[in-house]
Every structure is written in structure tokens, then in C-alpha cells.
């Protein structure tokens, strides 16, 4: 039951992750249409402009024609080219809609950079919050299993304590819910630390006494006292045992 709810968590928590990702990308899709759209009536706007500046220019270059006409060579070679008057507010024009181009362009790098950002904090967030939960789920497991091992303890006790005249239905009935619970804890990855005949490492022993036996060779465990027990790879209780030399 746990497993299913966490993994019906974990499935809700992907679920808003796509969500917000999916937001993200439609607010600056939109962002990026209406920047288009503005894109677009700037440059009508100004290709209005350089029509009426272009039948002015002619206007003018039309008038100032005739009147050279009506002067002697001489005016003539010294006035300027009518074309080059044109020319002066074609270059002008054509330097503002690139400015605004330019700046559009740095709009849309802008909301990019921002979408970018936004993106990876929210997958630092979720990786984080995924390794707390984590986290306490396995400080929850470990203090579930620490309160149980005292019960198996005591089963174990029992069923050692009975004699063979003893045994029967009942003893055997004990002996199947024994193994049920150490199956279900071998499930969840519950395992007991082996002890005898090993050598001593303090990381999974506790030694409580100490004996001397030449034909044992240095450090080595004799007797276990009391079971220990991993969880995963963590160390739920310590294995108390007797060691030699």
C-alpha cells in the first residue's frame, strides 16, 4: 500500500511537472506571437512612411527639375542630384527599422533566457524535493522495522524454548506466522547481518565480550547474542556477539 501510494505521488508530482512546463512554453509562445505581431505593424507602419516620403521626394526632384531647365549650364552643373536628396531619408528610415529590429530580436532573446531559467529552477526544485522524500520515507521504514525486531526476537525466543514433546499444531501454526513475517520484511529489504564464524567488523557488530580460544584464529565471531539487521544499505541494529582473541 505504501509503495502504491508513492508511487501515485510520484506519479502526481511528474504530472504538475508537466503541467508547469507545458504553461511555460504556451506564455511564451503567446509572448512570442504578439511580439510578431507588433514586428509586423512597425514595418507596415514604416513602409507607409517611406511611400509618402518617396512621392514627396519625387515631387521635389520633379520641381526643382524644371526650374534647373530654366537656368544656364552653369547653375545647372552646381546644383545637387535630386536622387541624392531622396536617398537621405530612405537611409534614415531604413536605420530606425533595423534599431527596432534589433531590439525585438533582444525581447525574444530575453523571454528565452527567462524561460531557460525558469525551467532548470524548477528541475533543481523537483530533484530536491524528490531526494527529501526520499529521505524520509527511508527514516520512516527504519523506525517502522526497529519497533518490529523485538517481536521477531520474541518469536524466535519461543519457538527455541519448546521442547520436541511440546510441539504440535499449535507450535507449527507459530512457526508459519514466524516465516510470513520474515518473508514479508525480506520484501521490503530486510535482511539479517551474518555474525558467526565471520570476522569482526565494528561497523555491523557490537562486541560485548570477549574470549580466548587458540584454535579460533584473531578477531573472529563466536557466538551471536543478538541478531542484527539491515535495511537496504543501512544498519538497523547491530549484531551483539562474542569474539575471540
Do not use: C, W
Not at 509562445?29 to 504578439?34: A, G, R
Not at 526632384?61 to 537621405?88: G, L, N, Q, Y
Not at 524528490?130 to 525466543?157: H, W
Not at 507459530?174 to 520474515?182: E, P, T, V
Request: proline letters at 2%; a negative charge.
Amino acid at each position: 500500500m505504501e509503495k502504491e501510494n508513492e508511487k501515485e505521488k510520484d506519479d502526481a508530482l511528474q504530472d504538475a511537472s508537466r503541467k508547469v512546463t507545458i504553461d511555460k512554453l504556451k506564455e511564451l509562445e503567446k509572448e512570442l506571437e504578439e511580439a510578431a505581431e507588433q514586428q509586423a505593424e512597425d514595418v507596415a507602419a514604416e513602409e507607409a512612411g517611406e511611400e509618402v516620403s518617396e512621392e514627396s521626394s519625387e515631387k521635389s526632384a520633379e520641381e526643382t527639375t524644371e526650374e534647373a531647365e530654366a537656368e544656364d549650364a552653369e547653375k545647372e552643373a552646381s546644383e545637387e542630384d535630386p536622387e541624392e536628396k531622396t536617398e537621405k531619408p530612405k537611409k534614415k528610415l531604413f536605420g530606425g527599422k533595423d534599431k527596432k529590429k534589433d531590439k525585438l530580436q533582444e525581447q525574444i532573446d530575453e523571454l528565452k533566457d527567462k524561460n531557460l531559467r525558469q525551467m532548470a529552477e524548477f528541475e533543481n526544485y523537483r530533484r530536491r524535493t524528490e531526494k527529501e522524500k526520499q529521505a524520509m520515507f527511508e527514516t520512516g521504514a527504519k523506525s517502522v522495522i526497529e519497533k518490529l525486531l523485538p517481536v521477531v526476537d520474541n518469536f524466535e525466543r519461543g519457538l527455541g524454548a519448546l521442547k520436541e514433546e511440546e510441539k504440535g499444531a499449535f507450535s507449527d501454526g507459530m512457526q508459519m506466522i514466524y516465516k510470513q513475517l520474515m518473508d514479508e520484511l525480506e520484501k521490503l529489504e530486510v535482511k539479517p547481518i551474518e555474525a558467526v564464524g565471520k570476522e569482526f567488523d565494528p561497523n555491523l557488530h557490537n562486541a560485548v565480550m570477549h574470549v580466548d580460544d587458540e584454535e579460533l584464529g584473531e578477531n573472529v565471531v563466536v557466538e551471536e547474542l543478538q541478531k542484527g539487521y539491515m535495511y537496504r544499505e543501512t544498519v538497523v541494529r547491530h549484531s551483539m556477539v562474542k569474539v575471540a582473541n
